[in-house]
């Protein structure tokens, strides 16, 4: 569903925002997307058992989890950080993803920068038996495939298509499925250009580019600024953005719009990716540091 966004910008430009994140409850956004065929194949090869990797506040652990509930797959997830094994109930997500059925797995932040190497892959069978390997963030092949169905024949009349970029995977998607004439803009919430190389790997098509100046400091990096942005686009709106990824997209649009970056006239898209199940967890780490909150009940 795309809707509108009446607020008032220069040069006649017109703003739609695709709430990708109503498609599911718990599902939302490029989740759903990046998990379809992920499922449908390890259904397809007969297994009973998930297994992926994040974070402390994942959109992708939480996502997995009530999707492979929701599917009959049991789940394991393996999580950054061994420290947390013992704050599960102080951790939104964490509790979700168990309390849908997922083992968690608290590894040490130096092991969990192996997960893709086969060493580390071999320990993960030799203690969980057979499993459908999904990786971090639920990036590969199949999920690009997923994420190519997010633009529709409706689509087709915006100029600009807007998108955060976490591991590249739902940009990907959309470069693929674009038409010529649109242009793809990714926003990353990481800081560094290196997610260039990533995308090359699964598009074929150049009508794309990253904006690298809307990160606010880095991945999970937040500024009073965005908290604040955050609120009044929902006052203003109604549309909640997650901070880690669409709000980052949709302040750096917005600041674009006001510098005259695009022409007159131009119709954008941005692409709300879900998340939303993080404002939570930020909202804990804005307390702590005596920060505003994000105003959104989730």
């Known amino acids: 569903m795309n809707q509108e966004i009446t607020l008032e910008l220069p040069n006649a430009i017109s703003l739609q925002i695709k709430r990708e994140d109503l498609i599911h409850p718990f599902v939302s956004g490029n989740k759903f997307r990046k998990l379809k065929y992920n499922l449908a194949q390890a259904g397809k090869e007969n297994h009973d058992t998930l297994l992926t990797f994040g974070g402390a506040f994942s959109n992708h652990i939480s996502a997995a989890a009530y999707a492979g509930y929701e599917s009959g797959f049991k789940t394991i997830g393996i999580i950054r950080g061994d420290e947390l094994a013992d704050k599960i109930s102080d951790n939104p997500t964490l509790n979700f993803a168990q309390s849908c059925g997922m083992q968690l797995e608290f590894v040490s932040r130096e092991e969990y920068r192996t997960k893709i190497e086969d060493q580390f892959i071999e320990r993960l069978k030799s203690k969980f038996g057979d499993f459908f390997l999904i990786p971090e963030g639920g990036t590969n092949e199949l999920a690009i495939r997923g994420c ?97 990824y669409t709000a980052k997209m949709v302040f750096g649009v917005m600041d674009m719009i006001e510098k005259n970056y695009f022409p007159s006239g131009s119709k954008i898209l941005l692409i709300h990716t879900g998340g939303i199940q993080g404002i939570k967890g930020m909202n804990m780490k804005l307390i702590k540091k005596q920060l505003p909150i994000i105003a959104i009940n989730v």
């Open 148 to 244: 190519e169905e997010i633009l529709t024949e409706d689509d087709a009349k915006f100029d600009y298509i807007c998108c955060a970029v976490g591991t590249g995977g739902t940009i990907s998607g959309i470069i693929n499925s674009a038409l010529p004439h649109q242009k793809v803009l990714g926003f990353p919430a990481l800081k560094g250009d290196f997610l260039k190389e990533e995308i090359r790997n699964f598009v074929k098509n150049s009508n794309w580019q990253l904006i690298t100046d809307y990160h606010f400091g880095g991945y999970g990096k937040i500024t009073e600024e965005l908290v604040q942005f955050i609120n009044n686009f929902y006052i203003q709106t109604q549309v909640p953005l997650d901070p880690i």
